[in-house]
């Protein structure tokens, strides 16, 4: 869907007039971000919080893995934004404060819930480019290059979601990022971590304006928390964005830097690749659970195609009666996940290039694959490859959840891929790429128990989107949200978003317990369990003494610190509890 020129012509007459209350919007907003108290300690006393993690409040809420990106958020509901507003405005404050994932050049998914309508889904994946092949990557080529790079879909998907639901101007909705760039920010313990992670990569030398842009100037010692990141290319790629709408970035000056950067580097974007990239309107995959209704996305997501396979299985065994933390329980969610994931695996990709079977979201379907579950003993993975011939992921998404006070609920997952994509910077302009190619299948026909897969359906071709996992997800009851929840990494996406959900759903957790309670994961190969391990010394023991009860039922079981980052809403009587994960960083504003 472009940008239809009318509607252009109107908001970019209105970016350009007005320069006075432009002045004094700026004026505000800079004393409300930097004079403000934080939002969940402010002076409306309809938000009261422990700290800023947890929120409570009645009438907006945004929760993301930034301080700085939930206030922008925070301040557009005060406005008299909608949830939409909000969430755009979060977006590109997060590709500011942000890095590793938020972002203009990559893509996501948007599930907007408008009250008393169906949700909707805003597809802006990345396409691959036009010159794409099947055949295009070596085994064992890095996926940190220019020809990893897919063609970005960020600012038409945003830009979709503020012509379909905002009620703010474009512009208003960009000026605090373009501000966040031009003046810097101070950024936190967690930003600096991920930053000095990514610099000392040995692979990160390789991309000289990538250490010249996120590089600490005039200094040996690593960044700290505190510290200034100022980036005035970005801004000023964010001001055009913001005077000129999504064209600036697609067909106009933006479009001619990362063209000009692709024939430099030997990607393969062109310039009619941008010009022809499309978001897209798709219908969300629903599926219900006790009473609740789930909707997630559909593809070239495989998010809501597995959540809702997993639930409808799951929904077969009484799970409450067998204890949340019971290897009973935790053996029937594994092989739910180990079922939803070889169908993943089988069937999913571009629904616009391929077909994808009805019956996977099906009760009945779900109950023949239940009933193959075997409840002493784990299912060898290779067991149920059927037709694969038998021969990885991290944790650099970001997630964030916002409510407005009419209830209009917007759940938002967007990536670079890996954690600042690849590495490419464009030259000029100040932003990074994505290396979402990496999530098409490289080698057809190849796929092996380590977790390779190259089965068809996902196989590059030209203008094609690579299969997700993010899974942005809103849960409700008789019409009404109830959770809105997604989460960071990869393949583990989709299993960390039912842990929350079922936390929710199935053992009626509150917000905090849902978001903490620790997590585990299975992706059918390679046929192993991740089993999350964190809290404190008896929370530890007792995930111990779990992966031991597996290990016993003859599972291959990992140990690991961390899953996902899902930072949540949940909505009870008219209350929004705003959860931000503790497990990277973010922050709940609320008011
Ligand atoms: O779309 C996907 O599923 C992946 N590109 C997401 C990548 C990711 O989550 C990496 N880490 N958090």
């Known amino acids: 869907m472009r940008w239809p020129t009318r509607e252009r012509r109107d908001e970019t007459s209105t970016y350009r007039t007005n320069q006075r209350s432009t002045m004094l919007l700026r004026f505000t907003l800079l004393a409300l971000l930097v004079l403000a108290p934080p939002c969940s300690l402010a002076t409306d006393d309809s938000a009261r919080a422990d700290d800023r993690r947890v929120v409570e409040a009645h009438r907006g809420m945004v929760v993301s893995v930034s301080g700085p990106a939930s206030d922008v958020g925070l301040v557009v ?21 942000w890095p590793e994932a938020g972002n203009i050049g990559g893509g996501g998914f948007m599930l907007v819930a408008p009250p008393g309508k169906p949700p909707e889904c805003i597809d802006y994946r990345e396409t691959a480019p036009a010159a794409a092949t099947e055949r295009m990557f070596q085994p064992g080529e890095t996926n940190l290059s220019h020809r990893a790079v897919g063609t970005p879909g960020t600012v ?5 979601a503020h012509r379909r639901h905002g009620k703010l101007k474009w512009r ?28 000392k990569d040995k692979d990160s030398a390789k991309f000289a304006e990538f250490l010249r842009v996120y590089g600490k100037q005039n200094a040996d010692a690593p960044w700290q928390a505190g510290d200034r990141l100022v980036q005035p290319e970005l801004a000023a790629t964010l001001r055009l964005i913001a005077d000129e709408g999504p064209d600036a970035f697609y067909v106009g000056k933006t479009a001619d830097l990362i063209v000009a950067e692709m024939q430099e580097g030997g990607g393969l974007i062109a310039r009619d690749d941008l010009a022809r990239y499309e978001a897209k309107i798709r219908e969300p995959v629903r599926g219900t659970y006790r009473g609740y209704d789930v909707f997630a996305p559909p593809p070239p997501s495989s998010g809501g195609i597995c959540l809702v396979e997993m639930l409808n299985m799951l929904e077969r065994f009484d799970l409450r009666k067998l204890g949340r933390e019971s290897p009973q329980t935790a053996h029937l969610t594994i092989e739910a996940m180990r079922r939803a994931y070889r169908d993943r695996a089988a069937h999913l990709g571009d629904s616009d290039f391929v077909t994808i079977p009805q019956h996977l979201t099906t009760k009945e379907y779900a109950a023949k694959l239940a009933a193959g579950i075997d409840r002493q003993h784990p299912t060898a993975s290779a067991a149920l490859a059927g037709e694969i011939d038998l021969a990885a992921e991290s944790e650099h998404t970001t997630h964030f959840s916002v409510i407005d006070a009419n209830g209009l609920a917007v759940s938002n997952t967007y990536t670079l891929e890996e954690s600042f994509g690849s590495r490419v910077v464009v030259r000029g302009a100040g932003f990074l790429l994505n290396n979402e190619m990496g999530d098409f299948n490289w080698q057809p026909g190849y796929t092996d128990r380590s977790g390779r897969i190259g089965t068809t359906p996902n196989l590059i071709a030209p203008r094609k989107r690579m299969l997700s ?11 009404k949200p109830v959770l809105i929840t997604g989460s960071p990494g990869g393949r583990t996406i989709i299993n960390t978003v039912l842990c929350v959900v079922l936390g929710v759903c199935e053992f009626d957790l509150d917000a905090k317990d849902a978001v903490d309670a620790p997590r585990l994961h299975h992706a059918w190969f390679p046929d192993r369990v991740q089993l999350e391990v964190r809290g404190d010394a008896a929370q530890r023991a007792d995930r111990t003494k779990l992966a031991d009860a597996l290990k016993s039922l003859g599972h291959d079981v990992r140990t690991i610190d961390r899953q996902g980052d899902a930072h949540s809403i949940f909505i009870r009587n008219g209350v929004y509890r705003g959860y931000a994960d503790p497990r990277i960083a973010g922050h709940a504003a609320g008011y």
């Open 77 to 97: 509901l005060k406005d008299g934004g909608n949830a939409v507003d909000a969430a755009v405005a979060t977006a590109f404050a997060l590709a500011v404060t």
């Open 172 to 199: 208003r909705l960009l000026e605090p990022a373009v501000r966040l760039a031009a003046e810097g920010f101070a950024i936190d313990a967690a930003t600096a971590e991920s930053l000095n992670d990514v610099l």
């Open 156 to 160: 038409r998907g945003l830009a979709l």
């Open 469 to 479: 996992s993010m899974t942005p997800t809103i849960v409700a009851r008789d019409g």
